[in-house]
């Protein structure tokens, strides 16, 4: 598996509406527009910063794995995500490995990427996501 750089952090947030103003008006990010992907309950706003982004996550559900995790643990960092050059290679490999995965095929992410989950008992707690994105 080759692992190309972070690709983002993911933050869960309660809203993205309020609490974007930290990350644009005092930080000084730019958002590059928000996207619901349906299947995974969550609304995504992406901010740039350099060569990786950070990615707030508001449930667009009450049920939705974002809003359990608020619920669980409260807002904040909700998942670390690796650049792969070949996340169905990188899939084998871990399963090849022992690794409980949580999406053993990648599905669509926010942004046209394909994700994969891998299970945080695996990782110590972390909730670590692979992605594959044809560009930059
Ligand atoms: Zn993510």
């Given at each position: 598996?080759?692992?190309?750089?972070?690709?983002?952090?993911?933050?869960a947030?309660?809203?993205?509406?309020?609490?974007?103003?930290?990350?644009?008006?005092?930080?000084?990010?730019?958002?590059?527009?928000?996207?619901?992907?349906?299947?995974?309950?969550?609304?995504?706003?992406?901010?740039?910063?350099?060569?990786?982004?950070?990615?707030?996550?508001?449930?667009?559900?009450?049920?939705?794995?974002?809003?359990k995790f608020i619920e669980k643990r409260g807002e904040g960092i909700q998942?670390?995500?690796?650049?792969?050059?070949?996340?169905?290679?990188?899939?084998?490999?871990?399963?090849?490995?022992?690794?409980?995965?949580?999406?053993?095929?990648?599905?669509?992410?926010?942004?046209?990427?394909?994700?994969?989950?891998?299970?945080?008992?695996?990782?110590?707690g972390?909730l670590?996501?692979?992605?594959?994105?044809?560009?930059?």
């Open positions: 598996m080759k692992i190309l750089k972070i690709d983002h952090l993911g933050i947030v309660s809203s993205i509406d309020e609490r974007k103003n930290f990350w644009t008006e005092v930080l000084g990010l730019t958002m590059t527009g928000t996207e619901t992907v349906a299947e995974q309950k969550v609304t995504t706003a992406f901010l740039p910063v350099g060569d990786s982004e950070i990615e707030l996550l508001e449930s667009t559900a009450p049920d939705g794995p974002i809003a998942h670390i995500a690796f650049r792969v050059d070949d996340i169905e290679a990188a899939l084998k490999e871990l399963k090849a490995k022992g690794i409980p995965l949580i999406d053993e095929k990648p599905r669509n992410g926010a942004g046209g990427a394909l994700i994969a989950f891998v299970h945080p008992k695996a990782t110590g972390i670590v996501e692979l992605s594959q994105r044809e560009e930059h």
